[in-house]
């Protein structure tokens, strides 16, 4: 799905600012920090664990118990700064910045409720300059995945509004949110630009508009450090993700790939459809959003389906109980097939961060439009 999104003010976000006076608790070595805090409800079944993410790879750097007291601490060698992920025993969890700062983090721990709803709370990160800007775009984050759920809440109430077109609408509110949630970043960065952490700011800046934003950035940056590992990996991951972003470029050819079927006697993959036109659709059982874009899928199936139009859905289900139970719950009369690895590998080729995710290949082969939903995925 979506990056999670965010409706609140700049006065609040102003509100929430640190002046940098504060005094902070930080190491002068910056290869050694130590991460601790405590945890209010322990779910001692699972571990605290750091972890980071290299594009769709995620890799656990350390891991600890949390002591019988509820206390837990890291003492954790930076080797590479950056934003990492503690995960509090599977119920919580929060993006830091590691590079000279010793953090203290606590959490709420397990969901103690009678019902249970994955929805933990904000988590506060007590620490130096740096994380004073990973607690802005935690709130920020934090805060749109309520108003996301709000939002989503209220469109379904509504009575004036068929279930059909509940989703497209959401989806347009969503579009909202989104600008919404660019613009407050671009806040952050513009006015954090001389902490490393700022980095985190700009991988959450897409597209043209922010371009030269970025660009002055990066060379404030550079002017104080140009040799800065992480701002060079940066650099290095925008050129290559640009690279592969004109591979992708409508009028490409559509990368092949070829996973099982439900029955496992078979592999598909948009290479089994050449002279068809091929409508690809990347979803999975867990995501409401997928499930709610496949009456517009069957539409179009019925529509389209006996003029030389195939549809494929590509699950990047976990689990293959899960998918099998949702292809029968769901009932889609075309072909479906399962991604390995939570579809780790199929989002990196095709360059897509969240589902539902719905392509059209023409008759040569070629992607001639992408990320459609609702009425959009009909082809014109």
């Known amino acids: 799905m979506k990056k999670l999104l965010l409706f609140a003010l700049i006065a609040i976000m102003a509100s929430c600012q640190v002046k940098t006076d504060q005094k902070t608790d930080s190491k002068s070595s910056n290869d050694i920090i130590t991460v601790s805090g405590k945890v209010k409800f322990p779910d001692n079944r699972f571990k605290m664990a750091i972890i980071k993410r290299d594009g769709f790879d995620k890799i656990i750097m350390d891991s600890c118990n949390v002591n019988s007291d509820g ?16 995960d509090c025993q ?21 969901d103690t409720a009678r019902i249970k709803i994955k929805n933990p709370p904000y988590v506060h990160i007590n620490g130096g300059l740096n994380n004073e800007v990973m607690n802005l775009l935690n709130w920020d984050n934090y805060r749109g995945y309520q108003l996301m759920i709000g939002t ?10 068929s279930s059909e077109e509940k ?11 989104g600008k919404e949630s660019s613009a407050r ?19 959450g800046l897409r597209g043209p508009k922010y371009d030269e934003l970025k660009t002055e950035i990066i060379s404030k940056l550079e002017s104080i450090n140009p040799n800065y590992a992480p701002l060079l990996k940066y650099k290095k991951d925008v050129s290559e993700a640009k690279a592969q972003k ?3 470029a409508l009028g490409k050819k559509a990368p092949e790939f070829s996973y099982p079927t439900p029955d496992g006697n078979r592999n598909l993959g948009p290479q089994n459809y050449k002279g068809k036109i091929v409508v690809i659709d990347f979803w999975a059982s867990w995501c409401g959003p997928c499930r709610n874009e496949i009456p517009n899928v069957l539409k179009a199936y019925k529509k ?29 009369p075309w072909d479906q097939v399962n991604a390995p690895k939570s579809g780790k590998d199929i989002m990196k080729l095709y360059q897509f961060s969240g589902v539902p995710y719905i392509i059209i290949i023409d008759r040569e082969g070629n992607i001639i439009a992408k990320n459609l939903r609702g009425k959009h995925c009909l082809i014109k």
Do not use: C
Request: net charge positive; glycine share 4%; proline share 2%.
């Open 71 to 86: 206390t837990y601490k890291f003492t954790f060698k930076v080797d590479e700064p950056g934003v990492y992920y503690l």
């Open 90 to 110: 599977k119920w919580q969890g929060v993006s830091f910045w590691a590079e000279d700062e010793n953090l203290k983090i606590n959490f709420r721990g397990m």
């Open 152 to 161: 989503s809440q209220a469109v379904y109430r509504l009575k004036s509004v």
């Open 167 to 177: 989703p497209t609408l959401s989806m347009k509110f969503y579009d909202i949110l």
């Open 185 to 203: 970043t671009a806040w952050i960065a513009e006015n954090y630009a001389d902490r490393h952490s700022v980095l985190a700011a700009l991988k």
């Open 246 to 248: 004109e591979r992708l």
């Open 304 to 332: 389209y389906s006996n003029k030389g139009v195939v549809f494929l859905s590509v699950s990047i289900d976990k689990k293959r109980s899960s998918w099998l139970k949702a292809l029968k719950e769901e009932n889609m």
